[in-house]
């Protein structure tokens, strides 16, 4: 039984510690339900961690350039790619000696979530999952991230936000709001219901 919206999330990117016991997950008409997460993030899937991994002894750059190279499975044009890198870094105000550290080892939080937004950019996937990506972040930093979904979204690609808090939602134009309590979508709504949750809370749906 999926109890949670993270676990959802976790449970489509087949994550090793989640079991699934029934049901199916389709991906552009292609049942993914027993694929791997490696197999998955091929298949254009990404997801933000709300606690992003720290991975002492590989650097920002060298990550993503490992990253890009297996998801799309051709080889990273060096010039492009730092081009493209320069540019995301840019918009999103990172620091450009982070690249040289070792992934998210004595990163702030800000800086850690920074780091995901960029990676979804510069992988480009067709659905991008970001699990509370706005958790314990300032709203300077609140507003960074919603500047890097915008810049990332299009007519070609879909972005699943997980989040308790709506003020991440004030800076951006969504399509659906929906409250999922225990497993299941008890409401469905546009950009308003996410105004009323924030007047209201979540207990007129429990």
């Known amino acids: 039984m999926v109890l949670g919206k993270s676990t959802t ?12 016991t029934k049901g199916t997950i389709n991906f552009e008409e292609e049942d993914i339900t027993n ?6 993030s091929r298949k254009g899937i990404f997801m933000s961690f709300q606690l992003p991994e720290e991975i002492p002894g590989v ?8 990253a890009k190279n297996k998801v799309t499975g051709k ?25 040289e550290r070792s992934l998210n080892v004595g990163f702030s ?12 950019l ?11 990506t706005d958790s314990g972040l300032d709203v300077d930093a609140i507003k960074t991230v919603s500047k890097g979904i915008e810049m990332f979204k299009n007519e070609n690609n879909a972005i699943l936000i997980i989040t308790h808090n709506t003020k991440i939602l004030n800076s951006l134009k969504v399509d659906y709001v929906h409250v999922l309590i225990n497993g299941k979508i008890v409401k469905t709504g546009n950009q308003e219901l ?13």
């Not at 650097?59 to 490992?66: Q, R, S």
């Not at 080889?75 to 000696?97: A, D, G």
């Not at 939080?109 to 780091?115: I, L, M, R, S, V």
């Not at 510069?122 to 509370?132: M, Q, R, S, V, Y």
């Open 9 to 20: 999330a976790n449970a489509i990117l087949n994550n090793p510690e989640y079991i699934k």
């Open 35 to 40: 694929m791997k997460t490696d197999e998955i």
């Open 59 to 66: 650097t920002v750059t060298n990550f993503l350039k490992y």
């Open 75 to 99: 080889p990273v044009k060096i010039f492009e790619f730092k081009e493209e890198l320069t540019k995301y870094m840019s918009e999103l105000n990172i620091n450009s000696k982070n690249m």
């Open 109 to 120: 939080g800000g800086e850690k979530k920074k780091n995901e937004i960029l990676q979804m």
């Open 122 to 132: 510069i992988l480009n996937p067709k659905l991008a999952i970001l699990d509370e």
């Open 194 to 206: 996410a105004k009323e949750i924030e007047e209201n809370g979540y207990a007129v749906y429990k």
